[in-house]
């Protein structure tokens, strides 16, 4: 069955960086753009980054661009989010989408599966 379990997160202080992963099993992942979206307490979701099949074609939301990096490996089937210069609002749960289309991405039609998302808190 389709399995995307994330990890990485955790406590740092305003100014660090964190990387968090993806890993994801049960599906043929290079058939698939994947996405990341973040969920903040008493928020709903808010799409942070997607990344196409090869990689080499990266969105991001404008509020972020420029401090997280999305990225993935194929190989390993995992998907990464480099952050950087993180501060209190960006303490939010944190995880994986694959979208319900292979080989497209329509943010229109949604996504089927998420993982249960890592946990990243910014505070000193």
């Known amino acids: 069955q389709v399995q995307l379990v994330e990890s990485g997160g955790g406590l740092v202080p305003p100014g660090g960086s964190l990387r968090l992963s993806c890993a994801a099993s049960g599906f043929t992942f290079n058939t698939y753009y994947m996405t990341w979206v973040r969920q903040a307490p008493g928020k709903g979701p808010e799409w942070i980054s997607t990344?196409?099949?090869?990689?080499?074609?990266?969105w991001y939301a404008d509020s972020l661009k420029g401090r997280f990096t999305i990225s993935r490996d194929n190989a390993k089937n995992t998907l990464y989010l480099q952050m950087y210069s993180l501060n209190p609002e960006d303490t939010a749960l944190y995880y994986c989408a694959r979208p319900k289309l292979q080989w497209v991405w329509s943010p229109a039609r949604g996504y089927d599966y998420r993982g249960q998302g890592t946990q990243v808190t910014v505070s000193s």
């Open positions: 990344i196409n099949i090869g990689g080499t074609g990266t």
